[in-house]
C-alpha cells in the first residue's frame, strides 16, 4: 500500500504570507494527487486534483505542482478562512485512496 | 447536497447502517465513496462503490465487515457495518465521486463502545 507522508505537521504563517506543503508518495502516483481543505468542525474540500487542476470554485491563491513522488501546495497569501488542516490523496494505486496525515496551518 | 444519518453508540460485535441522501437529479450518474475520521485524527478511505452499483471496493480494514450499496431510484447511499470494532469509532463522510471525491456531506459520527 502507498504511503502518503505530509510535511510540516503544522505550519505557522502570518495572514497575507505565502505558505508552502508538501506531499510525498512512498512510491511514484504519477499526477493522481487531489488536495483537499477541512476546517474545524467542517467537512473536508476538494481543492486539487491531477496534481494542478483547481476544483470548481478555488481561489487562484491555491496552486498544486508535482508529479511522480513529490507534490507542493501552495497559498500564495493567506487569507483568514484559509487556516485549516490540508490533506493530499493519492488515487494512482486505488484502491485504497490513500490520505496523507495532513498538514494544519496555524495563525503565526 | 449530501446529508448522512443513521451514526450513534453501537457495542463491539454490534451493527450499524449508515445512509447518505443526495440531492439533484444526478445520483445516479455518480460513483460513491466513504471515508472516515476517528476523532483527532486524519482521514482514511473506507470503501467505493460505482454508478449502477456493479462494482465495489473495500479498505483491507473493513473488507468482510463492511457492504456498500446504493438505491438510486431514493438518490441513497448506504453502508452497512457488521461487527463493529472499537477502532471503527469515527465520523463516517459520504461523497460524491471516485477515485476523487468531489463533493462532501457534514458527516454522522459512528461510537462503538461497550
Known amino acids: 500500500e502507498i504511503v502518503m507522508t505530509q510535511s510540516p505537521a503544522t505550519l505557522s504563517v502570518s495572514p497575507g504570507e505565502r505558505a508552502t506543503l508538501f506531499c510525498r508518495a512512498s512510491?511514484?502516483?504519477?499526477?493522481?494527487l487531489a488536495w483537499y481543505q477541512q476546517k474545524p468542525g467542517q467537512a473536508p474540500r476538494l481543492l486539487i486534483y491531477?496534481?494542478?487542476t483547481r476544483a470548481t470554485g478555488i481561489p487562484a491563491r491555491f496552486s498544486g505542482s508535482g508529479s511522480g513522488t513529490e507534490f507542493t501546495l501552495t497559498i500564495s497569501s493567506l487569507q483568514s478562512e484559509d487556516f485549516s488542516v490540508y490533506y493530499c490523496?493519492?488515487?494512482?494505486?486505488?484502491?485504497?485512496?490513500?490520505f496523507g496525515g495532513g498538514t494544519k496551518v496555524e495563525i503565526k | 447536497k449530501l446529508v448522512e444519518s443513521g451514526g450513534g453508540l453501537a457495542q463491539p460485535g454490534g451493527s450499524l447502517r449508515l445512509s447518505c441522501a443526495a440531492s439533484?437529479?444526478?445520483?445516479?450518474?455518480?460513483?460513491m465513496t466513504w471515508v472516515r475520521q476517528p476523532p483527532g485524527k486524519g482521514l482514511e478511505w473506507v470503501s467505493a462503490?460505482?454508478?449502477?452499483?456493479?462494482?465495489?471496493y473495500y479498505a483491507d480494514s473493513v473488507k468482510g465487515r463492511f457492504t456498500i450499496s446504493r438505491d438510486d431510484s431514493k438518490n441513497t447511499l448506504y453502508l452497512q457495518m457488521n461487527s463493529l470494532r472499537v477502532e471503527d469509532t469515527a465520523v463516517y463522510y459520504c461523497?460524491?465521486?471516485?477515485?476523487?471525491?468531489?463533493?462532501w456531506g457534514q458527516g454522522t459520527l459512528v461510537t462503538v463502545s461497550s
Open positions: 491531477g496534481a494542478s
Open positions: 490523496q493519492q488515487y494512482n494505486h486505488w484502491p485504497p485512496g490513500t
Open positions: 512510491q511514484s502516483v504519477s499526477s493522481d
Open positions: 461523497a460524491t465521486d471516485s477515485p476523487i471525491c468531489t463533493l
Open positions: 462503490i460505482s454508478n449502477g452499483g456493479g462494482s465495489t
Open positions: 439533484g437529479p444526478t445520483f445516479r450518474n455518480h460513483a
